[in-house]
């Protein structure tokens, strides 16, 4: 593990508890152990480093004793500020937006993720060449420079400039054929999972993937952005076809190139027909719901059934004060490595995809065994008789079919 120094930056609002373990989490997840912390409590940022000079010095101090070479800012520094701070100390400076970057750098697994994060890489430091030429020299790995940092003496601003736009070429091909698979899934109730980073998505996921379903499982650990990658199954729940979509986490304070990048990567939400918004029940609950109706916003998700699903009740100490949000939302509470939990989770869902569901009594030809085979795979048939000519269903059919299929509706 790489010891490194933490600084937190509070504004009045803020809260530096918070603060404090999601930058640690951060750094953990990089591969770092912080050894140290240096808080700041700021009403005006100091142009030149940031924060105040004699914070400056505790960390050359604190870096001193500790014999540590790295800070990590829990803010996003300008390129002065970033080479300021590493000439006046003498030490490897990491920011916000670097530090998340690096870890996306080692999390992303498909070609998608890569050409993402490369993408926010470049335009994160294409304004920041001219000062990173003096000091990128001197780094010598570790948390901040994974990724094309490394190369970036070598290069200059035209050719960054290119690479940009081949990348968003590339990205464009691979938006081509997640259109015609999401046109594979037209006929399927498609649910995706958002929710702030390590709140428990991909867990879930699993665990609907053991209960019911067949197809391979997620990457999941108890790690902020333990997964980059979009991961899509289909599930059967009782001849109710449904995909399962685990999206990458939210979290707050995100620059402009983080943001296009994580909106990118949430495309997929865009084309839901539900959405289950996972909290994290044990911790800072206020927060995780504001950063993730923000996110949802900007994506503009349009009209969809949302069910909250408030999940790690099982470290929660007072279950009421979690029962108080989201009092007129469809909401469920769960421990998502409780079996019965995900059932009742499944059940919920169900519910909640029936809710406009219509009771109709059905005649089926017998010519028409395409439509047949189709009904007794997407529904639970209540009725089934004969006649000479076909089948009479009874059943329950959702507004979608209730339309294509209304000649075969007997109407009273």
Known sequence: MQKVIQVNVVNKDDDLDNKIYELESLINTAGGETVAYVSQNISKVNPRFYIGKGKVEEI????????????????????????????????????WTTLILDIFAMRANTRESRLKIKLAQLKYQLPRINKWFSYLSRQAGGIGTRGPGETMLETDKRAIVRDIKSLEKALKDVEKTKRINRLSRKDIHNISLVGYTNAGKSTILNGMLRLFGEEKFVYSDDLLFATLDTSTRRLDFSNTKV???????????????????????????????????????SHNIDNQIETIENSL????????????????????????????????????????????????????????????????????????????????????????????????????ISKEDYAKYDRYIEKL
């Open 60 to 95: 050359m101090d604190l870096a001193q004793k500790n014999d540590i070479d790295t800070v990590i800012f829990d803010v996003e520094l300008s390129a002065s500020q970033l080479y300021n701070l590493e000439e006046e100390t003498k030490l490897h400076i990491v920011d």
């Open 243 to 281: 995909t399962l979509t685990d999206t990458v986490g939210f979290i707050d304070n995100l620059s402009d190139e983080l943001t296009d990048s994580f909106l990118t990567t949430l495309d997929e939400v865009r084309f839901a027909d539900m959405l289950l918004i996972v909290i994290d029940s």
């Open 297 to 396: 916003k900007d994506i503009e998700i349009g009209n969809k059934e949302i069910l909250y699903v408030f999940n790690k009740m099982d470290k929660v100490d007072d279950e009421f004060s979690v029962s108080l949000y989201k009092r007129d939302a469809n909401k469920i509470y769960i421990s998502a490595h409780k079996d019965d939990d995900l059932v009742r989770l499944k059940e919920e869902i169900v519910a909640i995809i029936k809710e406009d569901y219509e009771l109709v009594d059905m005649h089926i030809p017998f010519s028409d065994g395409k439509i047949m085979d189709y009904l007794m795979s997407n529904y639970d048939i209540l009725k089934r008789e004969y006649d000479e000519s076909g089948s009479r269903l009874t059943l329950e």
